[in-house]
């Protein structure tokens, strides 16, 4: 089974940062256009941020300017450091993988923004 593996999640205050971490596979990472998503309790799973194998960047708009997301390709590894952080970023995070609709996920990791 394919794991994705994210870590980096706990409490924070508001306005406080955290990076997220997420290993994968060489043969996924190096194949799949990586991301990060999230659910808040009640509401449906949304895009956070997403990046090809070549780099280019996609963020959803309540997150730009403050979120930024990068691959480091020697480690098979995505971030994402979130900044300024709001009790609405609340949730938990998900890795994915995706390439030509097949996705892979890991299993999330929780972030709490609250004081």
């Known amino acids: 089974q394919v794991q994705l593996v994210e870590s980096g999640g706990g409490l924070v205050q508001p306005g406080g940062s955290l990076r997220l971490s997420c290993a994968a596979p060489g043969y996924i990472f190096s194949l799949y256009t990586m991301g990060w998503f999230r659910q808040a309790p009640g509401k449906e799973r949304e895009l956070v941020a997403s990046?090809?194998?070549?780099?280019?960047?996609n963020y959803a708009d309540s997150m730009k300017g403050r979120f930024t997301i990068s691959r480091d390709n020697a480690k098979n590894t995505v971030y994402l450091q979130m900044n300024s952080l709001k009790p609405e970023d609340t949730a938990v995070y998900y890795c994915?993988?995706?390439?030509?609709?097949?996705?892979?996920w890991g299993k999330g990791t929780l972030v709490t923004v609250s004081s």
């Open positions: 994915n993988g995706e390439r030509y609709g097949i996705n892979y």
């Open positions: 990046i090809t194998i070549g780099g280019s960047t």
